[in-house]
């Protein structure tokens, strides 16, 4: 299923229960925070190989999904209210990004695109 499809039954959702006089930009911004934190929440105080193989663990897995699945419904949501397509934007900013992080200078390097000029 494409994201233009899940905006369409989050909004049929949203529609059915009368949820749409919440779901203000405002408001969804703060629920994506939200949910967010409850996704790092998941990884607190893990070591990197905890983190790794935290999956491993089935009900673990179950739980980073969900949290998952609710930053993304958040965030489709607020682009579908915003009237912005996702696709067009991430497809921009990979190419901006490109540009801003040549692979060539900076291979295995964490420094931030102003660090390594």
């Known amino acids: 299923m494409g994201i233009k499809q899940i905006q369409k039954q989050?909004?049929?959702?949203?529609?059915?229960?009368?949820?749409?006089?919440?779901?203000?930009?405002?408001?969804?911004?703060?629920?994506?925070s939200i949910e967010?934190?409850?996704?790092?929440?998941?990884?607190?105080?893990?070591?990197?190989?905890?983190?790794?193989?935290?999956?491993?663990?089935?009900?673990?897995?179950?739980?980073?999904?969900?949290?998952i699945a609710d930053v993304a419904m958040y965030l489709f949501r607020l682009a579908d209210r915003l009237d912005i397509d996702i696709e067009e934007v991430v497809d921009n900013k990979i190419e901006k990004?490109?540009?801003?992080?040549?692979a060539e200078k900076v291979r295995g390097s964490s420094k931030k695109y102003d660090e390594y000029v």
């Open 97 to 102: 990004n490109a540009i801003k992080y040549p």
């Open 10 to 32: 989050l909004q049929k959702f949203a529609d059915e229960r009368d949820w749409n006089q919440f779901h203000n930009p405002k408001n969804l911004a703060i629920a994506l």
């Open 36 to 67: 967010a934190s409850e996704l790092l929440e998941k990884f607190q105080w893990l070591n990197m190989e905890q983190s790794e193989n935290i999956v491993a663990d089935p009900v673990k897995k179950h739980e980073i999904g969900e949290e």
